[in-house]
């Protein structure tokens, strides 16, 4: 098993037990996810294996339910003004930091990942706080700058990894043969780097759609996020709608995750 | 240009000013960003620094009591003048239904104050005019403790140690020294002690678990290593709620884990599973597991495997070849991967709430408590600076150890 030909046969055993290790902490990584899935299209309202009866009405149930369809919609107008504005700033705050000439890069960077390294109820608590005081909450304008405070750094990582390939000199020739900065960045950087800025923006995506604690705090009922409404949903009494949610966000990662796992395929050594 | 002229130029400042304006370029990209994030996210955390040092119910409520007891001397029962002052800022108070926040406040340090100051504020709206002195003291002895007048002279100041050492189950004694609260009160070091076990648990756990995968990733045929690596990747994209809820189902009383378990007759009847530390443990071990495999796969992939095999052809036994020579290569990797599962369970909120008993619940479940249920905004924000303070150290630590936080890798 993936052994070099002079390996003993006490080299051997052990790599068999590593391996067969690792397949088992693989099922345990793997299997969690998709036992939603046939307990979704169950016809009992309780979670038993193998499922007896097949049915669709949980999936009816939720989208004849007004508030899941109504946390559906929150979420999904959430995440699109947080991707658009995370990944905005983020692409400008990378293509800074990637030039050679950026002062304090470090502490920059580590002031620009920090939302990553904050814990998140610190973040909630504070913007619950802190927001309160000019009426952002319970408002879609404050979960969404939260959100987007969230969710920047991952574009900023993203776009700083894309532009560690870019060529530089591709813009030095652009403006050097009469380009204007802006239309050279258009016509010429960004194009080059779309992958990276994209695969930030599907981070962006993800991670507010995703995106409980913040939510919590920052919604009443009318900004409730899907998230959020799947969490009450668990906390009260957990029934197979919240199955069939579940199954359909599984759905919506791995969608996301091929898009991203396309957009970086040419870059095997990409960092995120 | 003399040679004089030339030896005048400091020219590591003359550099310097010339690339000025390619730096300040370089830097006007990224601020729009650093202004957002510094309106967005650090002021509100610095509002929640300034929350957990606030004191404005005693300052605001009673003023005159306030003036009226600079002179007091901290013994004897107070005079006349206190109780009079007392009783015009209660009945305000009362008026602008303030003397709540009063007696919530005071309740903070000596319990079944609400209540007193709620039966004066009515009195002082009852009776006109003073004396009052006898009157509080007819509703309750304790307004001549001089205890009481203790606490509510040093609750006067705009600032309070008091939600930050209760945090860490202190408190000012009266006589201003710090000391533990009482023993059925000092609840908060458990609960920090508990998110740090929980943190290092699971953060040990990934570690078992995760360093063989992440060893087979680097061996496997390219075909299936990309299998695993899509294994450990999407778990990451899948919503934290998703992998919650799995967990909740699978650790239900009736629920997948139990009956796999009565089928192999591992167990003769069910196991409480969900709300148990076990639970907890390991849902946030399975959620965190690629936040640990990704570093160290990505230091492993850089070692090169001819090392392993010189150390062999040079007669070390595969135990010890791999001992002394892979393993201390992977430790960056094992570093990074470790602080970082330590740093982000320190802040774990959904699975414990979920997943998790009361005895599971960690600083970031009592923070929301006492936000939403409790309505203490200051303990709240005290426990608050707690954590950020630990997570503050851990990451400086990580920032040391292992380079710049972009380093993470997360793919």
Redesign the interface.
Known sequence: M?L?S?A?R??RL?RIF??A??VA??L???A??F??VP?SFSKDP????PVQEYSLRWYADFFGNARWMNAIVNSTITAVLTTVLATT??T??A???S?P???AR?L????????????????????????GQFGLTNTRTGLV??H??LA?PFV??TV?ATLSTYDTNLTRAALSLGASPLSTFFRVTLPSILPGVVSGGIFAF?IS??E??VA??MTAAEQRTL?VQ??SG??DQ?NPT??AA?TL??G???L??IA??LLTRQRPKS?? | MTAAVIANIDVSKAVRRA?QP??R??????????A??MI??????L??LT?AVANPEVRQVLPRTLVALESWDGVSVSDEPIYDALAVDLRAAQNDSTAALLGKRLNYEISGMRSRVLTAARMVERVESGPYKERFLGLSKDWASPAVWTIIKRSGSAFTPYYLLRALDLQQNLDASVGRVAGDQAVFVDILGRTFYIAALVTLLTLI??Y??A???T???RGIAAV?M??????L??????????????L?S???IN?VLLSLHLVSEKVQLIFTRVGTVTAMT?IQ??FTILPIY?VMRSISTTQL?AA?SLGAP??AAFWRIYAPQTLPGVVAGCLMTF?LS??Y??TP??VGGSRDQMV?NF??DF?NRDLN?GL??GL?VV??VA??VV?VAF?RLVG????????
């Open positions: 993936w070099p002079y003993t006490a080299e052990p590593v391996v290790f690792a902490v693989m345990f990584l793997i969690p996810l036992i939603v307990l309780f979670f038993t294996l700033l983020g400008l705050a293509l800074g930091i030039r000439d950026f002062p470090r920059i960077m580590a002031l620009l990942i920090s939302p990553m390294i904050v814990p998140v109820v610190i973040v909630a608590v504070g913007s619950y706080l802190f927001f700058l939260a987007t405070a920047a900023v990582i700083t993800a759609f995703d409980v604690v919590l705090f998230p799947m969490f668990i906390r957990i919240i199955m579940a966000l599984l919506l990662s791995i996301l995750f991203l796992t960092s995120m | 690339e390619a730096r370029a370089a830097l006007s990209l990224a601020l729009p960003l650093i957002f994030l967005v996210f650090v002021v509100p955390i509002y929640l929350t678990l995760g063989p995968v060893y087979v990733l061996i496997a045929p695993m899509l294994m450990v990747l999407l778990p994209w899948t919503s934290l709620l998703v992998r919650t809820t799995a967990w909740v189902v699978l239900q009736n629920g997948v009956d399975h597991l690629p990505s095999r062999r595969p135990l740093i320190l802040g909120y959904i709430a979920l970031s923070i929301a936000i905004w709240a924000s608050g954590l950020l997570t503050l990451y920032l710049g936080a972009d380093k993470i890798k997360l793919g």
